[in-house]
């Protein structure tokens, strides 16, 4: 039961990390200002895979990093390519890489992760009542 409970509640607040990135994203898409970026290099992860770094002005002109949320053992952009980066005016910590697929995959993988701790969580709480 309680171990029901626990997952229930990881599953909720992944959730709700998804359902957040989904907002911002749509936001970003509606009043984000697009800039136009550079594919600078790579950022190691876990062996063997590498995410995306960008770099692209700020609003007040200072050059800024994005690192890819997402990282792949091949990476889905070479270095020197162009990228669209999207921030929220006078919010440049807000910046995504403006990536419909990479977009999607962030988000849908968060908010299925989310819905299966909880759905898994629920399970045991019935299966122990």
Aim: net charge positive; aromatic share 6%; hydrophobic share 45%.
């Amino acid at each position: 039961m309680v171990l029901g409970a626990v997952l229930v509640l990881v599953g909720a607040f992944v959730l709700y990390r998804g359902v957040r990135e989904m907002l911002l994203v749509r936001r970003l898409r509606r009043d984000g200002r697009a800039v136009a970026g550079t594919v600078t290099g790579y950022e190691r992860r876990s062996p063997g895979s590498r995410a995306v770094v960008v770099s692209y002005p700020g609003e007040d002109g200072v050059i800024r990093q994005l690192t890819s949320s997402v990282s792949a053992s091949v990476p889905t952009m070479r270095i020197g390519e162009p990228a669209t980066v999207r921030y929220l005016p006078g919010e440049p910590e807000s910046a995504w890489l403006d990536v419909r697929r990479e977009n999607t995959r962030t988000v849908l993988l968060t908010v299925i992760i989310g819905f299966g701790f909880a759905a898994g969580g629920m399970a045991l709480a019935v299966k122990n009542d």
